[in-house]
């Protein structure tokens, strides 16, 4: 009998990944993010396929700048499935909204659209809708699609455990909503530690994210603000991980 530790999951580091922290140390380069930050974007925008990639500091930062970016507010009501990552309720009660918790299919464990529907109030501002393991929901998320138009509702998709996974239409899962969420935490599909991602092809979202995660600056480095914002930006560190992790795929 053995009291060694089993572990659940390891992260996938090769020499790679060592090679290319070593060699961009001996850069005189930036630590904040930059170039390789944005390179990791344009990575991940081209392997989802979606119009734009703003990467931060975690995944649940990058489910709370969603949904302030898609008009949650406190008192708000976003419904939530019962079985996720406390980060994703966590997300929307940084903000002062109230997550509400509504039941999963026995099968792909995502969201239960009839519960969705019957959990829908005057205050209810977005679903997160989460593809838990990478699974599509068994009514398919083009019925989570319709139900947010109905009612007006943000759809926002947790796909922290997605980054490879498709719909059965073959779109990139993250990319059905107004916004996706991908996390790179150490149980994730590619890791960088710490760090998350935003999907979208909607300009204008995108536009504002990048302002919310970066002070609210109205352009990148200037320090001119036109709405409130945070520090919520990545590191050059994780992006050069990030980047031979996508090589991986």
Same mark, same amino acid.
């Given at each position: 009998?053995?009291?060694? !530790? %089993?572990?659940?999951?390891?992260?996938?580091? *090769?020499?790679?990944?060592?090679?290319?922290?070593?060699?961009?140390?001996?850069?005189?380069?930036? +630590?904040?993010?930059? #170039?390789?930050?944005?390179?990791?974007?344009?990575?991940?925008?081209?392997?989802?396929?979606?119009?734009?990639?703003?990467?931060?500091?975690? *995944?649940?930062?990058?489910?709370? +700048?969603?949904?302030?970016?898609?008009?949650?507010?406190?008192?708000?009501?976003?419904?939530?499935?019962?079985?996720?990552?406390?980060?994703?309720?966590?997300?929307?009660?940084?903000? *002062?909204?109230?997550?509400?918790?509504?039941?999963?299919? &026995?099968?792909?464990?995502?969201?239960?659209?009839?519960?969705?529907?019957?959990?829908?109030?005057? #205050?209810?501002?977005?679903?997160?809708?989460?593809?838990?393991?990478?699974?599509?929901?068994?009514?398919?998320?083009?019925?989570?699609?319709?139900?947010?138009?109905?009612?007006?509702?943000?759809? %926002?998709?947790?796909?922290?455990?997605?980054?490879?996974?498709?719909?059965?239409?073959?779109?990139?899962? *993250?990319?059905?909503? #107004?916004?996706?969420? !991908?996390? !790179?935490?150490? &149980?994730?599909?590619?890791?960088?530690?710490?760090?998350?991602?935003?999907?979208?092809?909607?300009?204008?979202?995108?536009?504002?994210?990048?302002? +919310?995660?970066?002070?609210?600056?109205?352009?990148?480095?200037?320090? %001119?603000?036109?709405? %409130?914002?945070?520090?919520?930006?990545?590191?050059?560190?994780?992006?050069?991980?990030? +980047?031979?992790?996508?090589?991986?795929?």
């Amino acid at each position: 009998m053995s009291d060694d !530790f %089993i572990m659940q999951m390891r992260p996938l580091f *090769g020499e790679e990944e060592k090679r290319a922290l070593a060699e961009y140390m001996e850069e005189d380069g930036f +630590l904040t993010e930059f #170039r390789r930050t944005r390179a990791f974007e344009e990575a991940i925008a081209a392997f989802t396929g979606a119009r734009h990639c703003i990467v931060v500091n975690n *995944g649940t930062v990058s489910l709370t +700048l969603a949904a302030i970016a898609c008009g949650v507010g406190h008192g708000d009501e976003v419904i939530v499935p019962n079985f996720t990552m406390i980060a994703t309720p966590n997300s929307v009660k940084l903000i *002062g909204a109230e997550p509400v918790f509504v039941d999963v299919e &026995p099968g792909t464990l995502c969201m239960d659209i009839e519960a969705a529907r019957a959990a829908i109030t005057p #205050r209810t501002r977005a679903i997160i809708l989460v593809n838990a393991n990478g699974r599509e929901p068994d009514a398919g998320i083009d019925a989570f699609v319709a139900l947010a138009e109905e009612h007006g509702l943000a759809l %926002i998709e947790d796909s922290a455990q997605a980054l490879g996974s498709r719909y059965r239409d073959g779109t990139h899962m *993250g990319l059905k909503g #107004r916004v996706g969420s !991908f996390s !790179f935490s150490m &149980p994730k599909i590619i890791t960088t530690g710490q760090g998350g991602a935003l999907i979208t092809d909607d300009d204008e979202l995108a536009a504002r994210l990048r302002r +919310l995660k970066d002070f609210g600056r109205a352009s990148g480095g200037n320090d %001119i603000h036109d709405e %409130i914002g945070w520090n919520f930006k990545f590191t050059e560190l994780q992006a050069v991980v990030g +980047l031979e992790q996508m090589k991986k795929l």
